[in-house]
């Protein structure tokens, strides 16, 4: 399933970006010895199909809903493009928006302004039993304190409120249930595992009711544990990315 380019033995991942402050952020250097190719779609750029995308697909949030259709004219084909990954056996991870894109692509249901409110700042993710030697997240619920929880990110207000049939679910938090699903060959992540600090201030500022010395002193206080689970989830996503690249294809 490898498809080097001009001789690059590398696998190929796509990056599909929608808002220009939701950057793939740490997660670039984290991802390691891959070829990144990223598509600014809030830039008019194209969001391809499952067989453009190479080895892997990584879907970041946005600041639009998942089915803001008319604002972020790419959404449908971004929709089409993670259910078809996921059916196709692309390893493919969507992050926030990305993960509501996945759910809502595959018939789960996603609430706009969830009544639970905003989640933001640093928050607990706590993984299921189900996340146990999961290809990707498994190696998160080991670096799980006694709760089996690691500290992440958050920033979102629209929530995951039904999984689609036959996903699996992996982790959730004290405000929302769908932290963590796998469904096919996708995973889904409500959390944000690539932000660090300077991205964080950014979308704290942009939201009235968010404190941002607040969320900064939170993260500062556990920096060490959040960097080492986003690294982890960014490593073990390229690893099962390269292996999914050597696989045989077959006939």
Do not use: N
């Not at 690059?8 to 190719?37: A, C, K, M, N």
């Not at 928050?123 to 998160?140: Q, S």
Request: glycine letters at 10%; charged letters at 20%; one cysteine or more.
């Amino acid at each position: 399933m490898t498809s080097p380019l001009h001789g690059d033995p590398r696998p190929v991942v796509t990056v599909i970006q929608s808002s220009p402050d939701v950057p793939i952020d740490r997660f670039g250097e984290w991802l390691g010895d891959v070829e990144l190719r990223l598509v600014a779609a809030f830039a008019g750029e194209s969001v391809p199909i499952a067989d453009e995308v190479g080895d892997g697909l990584v879907v970041l949030g946005g600041h639009m809903s998942a089915h803001d259709d008319a604002t972020a004219p790419w959404l449908p084909e971004l929709r089409a493009l993670l259910a078809d990954a996921s059916v196709q056996g692309v390893p493919t991870l969507g992050i926030c928006l990305g993960a509501q894109l996945l759910a809502a692509a595959r018939g789960g249901r996603v609430q706009v302004a969830a009544p639970p409110g905003r989640e933001s700042g640093v928050i607990d993710v706590r993984w299921r039993p189900e996340a146990i030697g999961d290809a990707v997240v498994g190696a998160l619920v080991d670096l799980a304190d006694e709760r089996r929880a690691t500290p992440q990110p958050s920033m979102h207000a629209d929530a995951i409120v039904d999984l689609p049939r036959g996903a699996v679910w992996l982790a959730s938090s004290a405000m929302y249930p769908y932290q963590a699903f796998r469904i096919g060959s996708a995973w889904g992540v409500q959390f944000h595992p690539e932000a660090g600090a300077e991205t964080l201030r950014g979308w704290a500022d942009g939201h009235e009711e968010v404190d941002t010395d607040a969320v900064l002193a939170a993260f500062a206080a556990r920096e060490a544990e959040v960097t080492a689970v986003g690294r982890a989830l960014a490593q073990s996503f390229a690893a099962h990315v390269r292996a999914t690249a050597q696989e045989p294809v077959s006939a």
